[in-house]
């Protein structure tokens, strides 16, 4: 399967204590690719068979700040203020006979100011933060919900395969979900 990722950081900065290829199309289309690749190929897992069968996924990543996530959070979910993720599924209103043929997903979209500061308030880095909500906004693009507790036990702790699926995790005990 391939992935084809349009990224966009523009208008936004890392600090300088920050590595700048965390807004960088080289650093998330491979790790998105792996996990999309780990959803669709597990029987297990709830993927759409449109996305299971696609040779080709195409997908939006935008960086922006508290600000324009706020604007966004107003206008598609009538909530007031930031957010750390918000994602905008295309699948709900894909065909199944479209089966085969290249698939958009949707679009992810990340404050980079609540990331810095869910980062500093967990005491992890921003590499990990935005590995984990960029993988929690993924997901909800394959369909997956936390509307009770149960669905989100189930969700949080994919999440957490899937950022050991690609080698960036916390040690055991700093872990946002601990999974026995």
Same mark, same amino acid.
């Given at each position: 399967?391939?992935?084809?990722?349009?990224?966009?950081?523009?208008?936004?900065?890392?600090? &300088?204590?920050? =590595? &700048?290829?965390?807004? %960088?199309? #080289?650093?998330? #289309?491979?790790?998105?690719?792996?996990?999309?690749?780990?959803?669709? %190929?597990?029987?297990?897992?709830?993927?759409?068979?449109?996305?299971?069968?696609?040779?080709?996924? %195409?997908?939006?990543?935008?960086?922006? =700040?508290?600000?324009?996530?706020?604007?966004?959070?107003?206008?598609?979910? /009538?909530? @007031?203020?930031?957010?750390?993720?918000?994602?905008? #599924?295309?699948?709900?209103?894909?065909?199944?006979?479209?089966?085969?043929?290249?698939?958009?997903?949707?679009?992810?979209?990340?404050?980079?100011?609540?990331?810095?500061?869910?980062?500093?308030?967990?005491?992890?880095?921003?590499?990990?933060?935005?590995?984990?909500?960029? %993988?929690? &906004? @993924?997901?909800?693009? @394959? &369909?997956? =919900?936390?509307?009770?507790?149960?669905?989100?036990?189930?969700?949080?702790?994919? /999440?957490?395969?899937?950022?050991?699926?690609?080698?960036?995790?916390?040690?055991?005990?700093?872990?946002?979900?601990?999974?026995?």
């Amino acid at each position: 399967m391939e992935l084809d990722l349009s990224l966009d950081a523009s208008g936004v900065d890392i600090d &300088g204590s920050h =590595d &700048g290829s965390l807004l %960088s199309n #080289a650093t998330w #289309a491979p790790v998105l690719l792996q996990w999309i690749e780990h959803v669709r %190929s597990n029987p297990d897992l709830s993927c759409p068979s449109v996305v299971r069968l696609a040779p080709e996924v %195409s997908l939006g990543l935008r960086f922006t =700040d508290d600000a324009g996530i706020a604007a966004l959070n107003s206008q598609w979910r /009538q909530t @007031l203020g930031p957010t750390d993720v918000l994602s905008f #599924a295309a699948l709900d209103d894909t065909p199944d006979w479209l089966e085969g043929a290249a698939v958009e997903l949707g679009d992810i979209t990340v404050s980079l100011d609540t990331a810095h500061r869910q980062a500093a308030d967990h005491d992890h880095s921003l590499r990990y933060e935005l590995h984990w909500l960029i %993988s929690h &906004g @993924l997901l909800h693009l @394959l &369909g997956w =919900d936390h509307p009770d507790e149960r669905r989100l036990s189930g969700m949080l702790a994919l /999440q957490e395969r899937l950022l050991d699926s690609t080698g960036n995790v916390l040690p055991k005990g700093q872990r946002p979900v601990e999974i026995e």
